[in-house]
């Protein structure tokens, strides 16, 4: 079975959609699943919930717990279910409870600045 590693994320790292600036941290969580790209997870107190819609949508990973699914929706456009958060993951994994994490789709970008 592959290990899953989570570590502080080095720098700054920011998360944009539609323009505008989703999020901004220096405390962003980097979570590394065998040979898969690592995924960025953001402190939810480091983004504007204000844009973030909670969806019905929750998937399962045996191995992290239940996702929540949050729509992204901002002045221009609605991207449905780009984000997701372990509201109450898996004890291995316990580090990104809460945290979000955005699907690498086209209007959404997350940088290291």
């Known amino acids: 079975m592959t290990e899953i590693t989570i570590q502080?994320?080095?720098g700054k790292w920011t998360v944009r959609s539609g323009g505008a600036i989703l999020g901004e941290t220096s405390n962003a969580l980097e979570l590394h699943e065998?040979?898969?790209?690592?995924v960025i997870y953001f402190p939810r107190g480091d983004v504007?919930?204000?844009f973030l819609d909670q969806t019905d949508k929750v998937t399962?990973?045996?191995r992290m717990g239940d996702a929540t699914h949050f729509s992204i929706?901002?002045?221009?456009?609605?991207?449905?279910?780009?984000?997701?958060?372990y509201e109450d993951p898996v004890s291995a994994v316990a580090?990104?409870?809460g945290y979000l994490a955005?699907?690498?789709v086209d209007s959404v970008k997350v940088e290291q600045i």
């Open 8 to 10: 502080k994320a080095p």
């Open 34 to 38: 065998g040979d898969k790209a690592p």
């Open 48 to 50: 504007a919930m204000a």
């Open 60 to 62: 399962h990973c045996a």
């Open 73 to 85: 929706v901002n002045k221009s456009s609605v991207t449905e279910n780009a984000v997701w958060s």
């Open 95 to 97: 580090e990104i409870k």
């Open 102 to 104: 955005f699907y690498p």
